[in-house]
């Protein structure tokens, strides 16, 4: 699996754009992915040190259409924390 096959992208909330301002960036990964393949993925594409990486596996909700009842799908988020001093341009508008 390539870097690029791993970070999905970035989730971008209110909630995520408060992390950022401590140094955690959020990610959409693939479900496969481990977190050390994860924090090599972020070492690579944004050339950044991560100090730690936390995955979860975020539940599909419950939804309706019309008379018809169903979930969306499951997916695995990632956050990647990064020591004060670096920053990834992505997600910084540069």
């Given at each position: ?30 479900p496969s ?62």
């Amino acid at each position: 699996m390539t870097y690029e096959q791993i970070l999905i992208e970035p989730v971008l909330s209110e909630k995520t754009n408060r992390m950022r301002e401590e140094g955690k960036y959020v990610f959409k990964v693939d479900p496969s992915a481990t977190k050390i393949q994860v924090k090599e993925a972020v070492r690579k594409l944004f050339n950044v040190h991560p100090i730690s990486c936390t995955i979860m596996v975020v539940g599909g909700k419950p939804k309706r259409v019309r008379y018809k009842a169903g979930y969306t799908s499951s997916w695995k988020k990632a956050i990647v924390r990064l020591p004060k001093d670096e920053k990834i341009a992505l997600f910084e508008g540069v």
